[in-house]
């Protein structure tokens, strides 16, 4: 998946914050759907990686999900901020895993509830 994610982290668009995230869902029947974050002039209009994959998989009509694959091009290992978390909440099961990397090859495999108590702040754009 690493390298689906090094591919995909390509077409992110961040002019703004320069930090570029690329996601995949994994559905239980086991297709994959991407998304990657897309920036724009108007910041509340931007759209994270995680929400366009998961919105992704929805629009086709999958909303079973066995696992989620994050990766950044930031130094450190960089969480899904509250916004996408409420997505997720509202469609993954406590069953499901989430696969956080960096570029570098840094990761981590987390629970959903593990995953729930993480934070993106401020502090993870230094």
Same mark, same amino acid.
């Given at each position: 998946? $690493?390298?689906?994610? *090094?591919?995909?982290?390509?077409?992110?668009?961040?002019?703004?914050?320069?930090?570029?995230?690329?996601?995949?869902?994994?559905?239980?029947?086991?297709? *994959?759907?991407?998304?990657?974050? @897309?920036?724009?002039?108007?910041?509340?209009?931007? @759209?994270?990686?995680?929400?366009?994959?998961?919105?992704?998989?929805?629009?086709?009509?999958?909303?079973?999900?066995?696992?989620?694959?994050?990766?950044?091009?930031?130094?450190? @290992?960089?969480?899904?901020?509250?916004?996408? $978390?409420?997505?997720?909440?509202?469609?993954?099961? $406590?069953?499901? *895993?989430?696969?956080?990397?960096?570029? $570098?090859?840094?990761?981590?495999?987390?629970?959903?509830?593990?995953?729930?108590?993480?934070?993106?702040?401020?502090?993870? *754009?230094?």
């Amino acid at each position: 998946m $690493k390298d689906l994610l *090094l591919e995909l982290i390509k077409n992110s668009y961040a002019p703004y914050s320069n930090v570029h995230f690329a996601c995949i869902v994994e559905t239980k029947n086991g297709n *994959l759907f991407k998304g990657v974050n @897309i920036e724009n002039a108007s910041y509340g209009a931007t @759209i994270c990686a995680e929400r366009n994959a998961i919105n992704a998989s929805v629009s086709a009509g999958e909303r079973e999900f066995k696992a989620l694959y994050l990766m950044t091009d930031l130094p450190n @290992i960089a969480y899904p901020c509250h916004l996408c $978390k409420q997505t997720i909440v509202e469609f993954f099961d $406590k069953s499901a *895993l989430f696969n956080i990397m960096n570029t $570098k090859g840094e990761s981590v495999v987390l629970t959903f509830d593990e995953l729930m108590s993480t934070t993106f702040s401020k502090e993870d *754009l230094k």
